[in-house]
């Protein structure tokens, strides 16, 4: 299985200001994807990024608000930009691997924006 | 589009009672089907998966789960639930994106509490 950590593990922030989270995968990884967690909700994918191209996002998420950088294959950014209060969620990427194509998760990064 | 249903949001048990999580999906081909399970402040970890195949499916920590295409289900069972398992468990459904790859809807999630 993979190893895949994050940071910052939690961060508190000012509306208006942006936040990168970063992903380090163990082992090279083709597929990575981003999720967010909104308190008390299930998960919701942002976007699917691929090394050496453009992220693809799914239906509601943008790249002006949630640019993501892909510039190997063991690591990952998502910026979360000009933030409000509804960003407040917890993030998290994940990759596909092992024998069943499976998809393991990071810890997670709680973002909470006052 | 995909999409899945734990009708359950909260369900307690008794520590050494048996377990059911319900999980129905909507997805016009066979879908690929899995169960997360998440405990407070950790990440999501795979419990079990369905690709194809034997529609019962054997995961860790002792939980299993059987795929019912006529009913759409993919519940979730443990025979005897440790304090342990209290957590948040999801249902997730597998759509191809295109090569091996393949995107995951989520269910909102059951939570788990155990009585002692």
């Known amino acids: 299985s993979a190893v895949i950590s994050q940071k910052p593990s939690r961060d508190i922030c000012q509306r208006g200001t942006s936040l990168t989270i970063q992903c380090q995968v163990d082992?090279?990884?083709?597929?990575m994807f981003w999720y967010r967690q909104q308190p008390g909700q299930s998960l919701t994918l942002i976007a699917t990024?691929?090394?050496?191209?453009?992220?693809?996002?799914e239906s509601g998420f943008v790249i002006d608000k949630f640019p993501i950088s892909r510039p190997n294959l063991t690591f990952s950014t998502l910026t979360v930009s000009n933030m409000s209060p509804e960003d407040s969620s917890i993030y998290l990427c994940?990759?596909?691997?092992?024998?069943?194509?499976?998809?393991?998760f990071g810890p997670g990064t709680r973002l909470t924006v006052l | 589009a995909q999409s899945v249903t734990q009708p359950d949001i909260h369900i307690t048990v008794s520590e050494g009672a048996s377990l059911e999580l319900r999980c129905n999906y909507s997805?016009?081909?066979?879908?690929?089907l899995f169960w997360y399970v998440q405990s407070p402040g950790q990440g999501l970890q795979l419990l079990l998966k369905?690709?194809?195949?034997?529609?019962l499916v054997q995961g860790i920590k002792g939980f299993e789960a059987e795929f019912k295409r006529s009913q759409s289900s993919f519940n979730l069972r443990k025979p005897s639930v440790h304090w342990s398992d209290a957590a948040e468990y999801f249902c997730?459904?597998?759509?191809?994106?295109?090569?091996?790859?393949?995107?995951?809807?989520f269910g909102k999630g059951t939570l788990l509490t155990v009585n002692p």
């Open positions: 994940s990759v596909e691997g092992g024998l069943g194509n499976e998809q393991f």
């Open positions: 082992s090279q990884v083709t597929m």
């Open positions: 990024a691929n090394q050496g191209s453009e992220a693809t996002y």
């Open positions: 997805y016009g081909a066979t879908p690929y």
């Open positions: 369905y690709f194809s195949g034997d529609t």
């Open positions: 997730a459904v597998g759509v191809d994106s295109g090569g091996s790859n393949y995107k995951l809807t």
